[in-house]
């Protein structure tokens, strides 16, 4: 881990600073929206832009890389973040913000898969698992440090925001001035939507379902504590309670992935996490109770992605797994991309109120409970020992960052294979 540290400290801390940028722009505008009277409606449109935006960036930012390089799309989309994220104070406007959103997801998607790739290129195979793992911590570190940095200025002012426009604009130097040779650039080659439902019909349903759950931790939550009338402190725990439930719960959950039938535990963790939403809705209004269920939801859905990767995995020759990982990845933003919209909806006064947004999580995660009980009638258990290695991932990492997890996870479940006929 020492050895990781030392060889890409620089590179972590600027995606630390990216994430705090991006983090800290999701909650802004929630408690901003708010502010400005807009509906619950109205901002579900603007906060599901930026998952449009990282959707169609998985698909052109790679183009782009090959094009003009790895250091110029990063600049460039850098810059762009960066600019946006001082427009949004500067004309508060719903259609502003659905423009500045969609910019921002896209540009976030390209300056992700240039940093994974550049943190590939400067690990190597024995410490590439501890990188990826240090890469996943990092960003998770970076989120949670952006509520802190809300409390910093008036959200109807303009200190907030820049705040996260210079983090983003400082991310730059470490990254770039530490960077030593570009590193090639290739992606796996895709597998289609209807060979993964063949593969792996849970994998995909549950990606698809996961994806709406965690739209709704990232792009409503300050939305949520805005209309529930939460005071600003209040908003920043509240958003940060998901991502320290993610930190905290993901390797404990993945070493249970590796000992036992994961339908099992995606049924155990789903049923968590839909039990702990409708408590949410119920008691909410006490609030170190609501802190404690949403880190509850948090732990459960964040490793929830990782869990889905490694059981679709567990169906498909390993040169697949890549190709899978990137369709999964794609499911998982549509998913994303429409969650907001329903919550909005859901949200809205003459519906469900604000309790809307741990209806909206309740029902995603309680029918992944019940696609995951029918499917366990369909196909035959794989026994533990036949599965492979459960690698953590972050929802928020590209197709790069599954490829190298996979790498990861195959070179473990082969060395462990070794061990075993040697020890044999």
């Given at each position: 881990?020492?050895?990781v540290?030392?060889?890409?400290w620089?590179?972590?801390?600027?995606?630390?600073?990216?994430?705090?940028?991006?983090?800290?722009?999701?909650?802004?505008?929630?408690?901003?929206?708010?502010?400005?009277?807009?509906?619950?409606?109205?901002?579900?449109?603007?906060?599901s832009?930026?998952?449009?935006?990282?959707?169609?960036?998985?698909?052109?930012?790679?183009?782009?890389?090959?094009?003009?390089?790895?250091?110029?799309?990063?600049?460039?989309?850098a810059?762009?973040?960066?600019?946006?994220?001082?427009?949004?104070?500067?004309?508060?406007n719903?259609?502003?913000?659905?423009?500045?959103?969609?910019i921002?997801?896209f540009?976030?998607?390209?300056?992700y898969?240039?940093?994974?790739?550049?943190?590939?290129?400067?690990?190597?195979?024995?410490?590439?698992?501890?990188?990826?793992?240090?890469?996943?911590?990092?960003?998770t570190?970076?989120?949670?440090?952006?509520?802190?940095?809300?409390?910093?200025?008036?959200?109807?002012?303009?200190?907030?925001?820049?705040?996260?426009?210079?983090?983003?604009?400082?991310?730059?130097?470490p990254?770039?001035?530490?960077?030593?040779?570009?590193?090639?650039?290739?992606?796996?080659?895709?597998?289609?939507?209807?060979q993964?439902?063949?593969?792996?019909?849970?994998?995909?349903?549950?990606?698809?379902?996961?994806?709406?759950?965690?739209?709704?931790?990232f792009?409503?939550?300050?939305?949520?504590?805005?209309?529930?009338?939460?005071?600003?402190?209040?908003?920043?725990?509240?958003?940060?309670?998901f991502?320290?439930?993610?930190?905290f719960?993901?390797?404990?959950?993945?070493?249970l992935?590796?000992?036992?039938?994961?339908r099992?535990?995606?049924?155990?963790?789903?049923?968590?996490?839909?039990?702990?939403?409708?408590?949410a809705?119920?008691?909410?209004?006490?609030?170190i109770v609501?802190?404690?269920?949403?880190?509850?939801?948090?732990?459960?859905?964040?490793?929830?992605?990782?869990?889905?990767?490694?059981?679709?995995?567990?169906?498909?020759?390993?040169?697949?797994?890549?190709?899978?990982s990137?369709?999964?990845?794609?499911?998982?933003?549509?998913?994303?991309?429409?969650?907001?919209?329903?919550?909005?909806?859901?949200?809205?006064?003459?519906?469900?109120?604000?309790?809307?947004?741990?209806?909206?999580?309740?029902?995603?995660?309680?029918?992944?409970?019940?696609?995951?009980?029918?499917?366990?009638?369909?196909?035959?258990?794989?026994?533990?020992?036949?599965?492979g290695?459960?690698?953590?991932?972050?929802?928020?990492?590209?197709?790069?960052?599954?490829e190298?997890?996979?790498?990861?996870?195959?070179?473990?479940?082969?060395?462990?294979?070794?061990n075993?006929a040697?020890?044999?």
């Amino acid at each position: 881990m020492f050895q990781v540290l030392s060889s890409a400290w620089a590179l972590l801390l600027g995606i630390g600073l990216l994430m705090l940028g991006n983090g800290l722009q999701g909650t802004l505008l929630g408690v901003r929206g708010g502010i400005e009277g807009y509906s619950t409606f109205t901002m579900s449109l603007v906060m599901s832009t930026y998952f449009v935006g990282l959707l169609i960036g998985s698909w052109i930012a790679p183009g782009m890389i090959r094009r003009v390089g790895h250091v110029r799309v990063f600049a460039a989309l850098a810059s762009l973040i960066s600019a946006v994220m001082v427009i949004y104070p500067a004309l508060p406007n719903p259609i502003v913000w659905m423009i500045g959103r969609l910019i921002v997801g896209f540009c976030f998607s390209g300056v992700y898969v240039t940093a994974e790739s550049w943190l590939n290129n400067a690990a190597d195979n024995e410490n590439r698992g501890k990188a990826l793992s240090l890469y996943m911590i990092v960003m998770t570190l970076g989120l949670v440090a952006a509520q802190g940095f809300i409390l910093i200025g008036d959200p109807a002012g303009y200190l907030p925001f820049i705040i996260a426009s210079v983090a983003v604009s400082i991310s730059f130097a470490p990254i770039l001035l530490s960077i030593s040779p570009t590193p090639a650039f290739g992606t796996a080659k895709r597998m289609t939507l209807r060979q993964l439902m063949e593969a792996s019909p849970l994998g995909c349903v549950g990606m698809f379902l996961i994806g709406g759950v965690f739209a709704a931790q990232f792009g409503m939550a300050a939305v949520y504590a805005t209309e529930a009338g939460l005071k600003l402190h209040q908003v920043s725990l509240f958003a940060a309670s998901f991502y320290v439930g993610a930190l905290f719960l993901q390797f404990p959950l993945g070493l249970l992935s590796d000992r036992m039938d994961r339908r099992v535990l995606v049924i155990f963790v789903a049923g968590t996490g839909a039990a702990a939403s409708a408590l949410a809705m119920i008691f909410g209004g006490h609030f170190i109770v609501l802190l404690t269920l949403s880190f509850v939801i948090g732990g459960m859905v964040n490793p929830l992605y990782s869990l889905l990767l490694a059981h679709t995995n567990d169906f498909l020759e390993h040169d697949d797994m890549a190709a899978a990982s990137g369709g999964l990845i794609f499911i998982n933003g549509l998913g994303a991309s429409t969650g907001p919209l329903i919550i909005g909806w859901l949200m809205s006064d003459a519906v469900f109120g604000p309790n809307g947004f741990f209806l909206f999580m309740g029902m995603l995660l309680g029918a992944l409970v019940l696609y995951a009980l029918y499917r366990s009638t369909q196909r035959a258990t794989i026994p533990v020992e036949e599965t492979g290695v459960m690698a953590a991932m972050s929802p928020s990492a590209t197709s790069v960052a599954a490829e190298v997890a996979q790498e990861y996870a195959i070179e473990t479940e082969l060395e462990e294979q070794e061990n075993a006929a040697n020890a044999g």
